[in-house]
């Protein structure tokens, strides 16, 4: 069974720190790993999607990593600001015959003190 | 932009009601879903469908049944309200292959 952990479950930043979000997962047959953004109340924002193949996806001062073999996604905000306080989730998609279904770390609560 | 929708974002119903929560995506997506997210539990898959009129359980399917006659719209039924379905209930859709799209969710409030 997949498991996913996310660390640090929380962290506090100044503006403009530049800082990395952890994200594990025990199964490392993967069919892709998705990171999204969580505002207190909403729904999850789609930030990156990486696929099995790929290494890393960027967008804008956002750049996802994945470590297939070890098992390991990095979220890397550059000069981070106070909108960027969220709550960060990553989700891998396992593959083989239950594709379809995500499992979700708890989440990393940011906050980002101007 | 991609959508979807859920129809109410707060509600508030009574133990014992039958509840409709309504979703609908303008992607043309093939797969949706339906997740419940409560404190220190996460994010917990409901129900699945992955094509219109199919449908799968997911991992705590009880006391919910889902509906999928057009393929952009998914229903998630309670078929008996009670106060242990409070919760945020999250609705998602996705193109094969591809990632997921969420909708902005429904806190439903059980009373």
């Known amino acids: 069974k997949q498991e996913v952990t996310q660390i640090p479950a929380a962290l506090s930043v100044p503006e403009g720190e530049n800082l990395v979000l952890n994200c594990s997962f025990t199964d490392s047959a993967i069919y892709n790993l998705q990171w999204f953004r969580q505002d207190p109340g909403k729904g999850l924002t789609s930030l990156l999607l990486i696929q099995s193949s790929q290494r890393e996806q960027t967008s804008g001062r956002l750049n996802a990593s994945l470590d297939k073999s070890s098992g390991r996604s990095t979220l890397y905000i550059a000069a981070s600001q106070p909108g960027d306080s969220a709550t960060y989730l990553c989700a891998v998609s396992s593959s083989g015959g239950s594709n379809y279904k995500l499992t979700f770390g708890k989440g990393t609560l940011l906050t980002v003190n101007p | 932009d991609v959508k979807v929708t859920q129809s109410s974002r707060y509600l508030v119903k009574r133990t014992g009601e039958k509840v409709f929560l309504e979703c609908v995506q303008d992607m043309d997506h093939e797969n949706m879903f339906w997740y419940r997210q409560d404190p220190g539990l996460g994010l917990r898959l409901i129900y699945f469908s992955y094509d219109v009129k199919m449908k799968e359980k997911g991992d705590i399917p009880e006391g919910y049944s889902v509906s999928r006659e057009k393929k952009e719209r998914f229903s998630l039924i309670l078929e008996s309200a009670s106060t242990n379905q409070t919760s945020m209930y999250l609705c998602?859709?996705?193109?094969?292959?591809?990632?997921?799209?969420f909708g902005s969710g429904t806190r439903l409030t059980i009373v």
């Open positions: 998602a859709s996705r193109r094969t292959g591809y990632g997921y799209t």
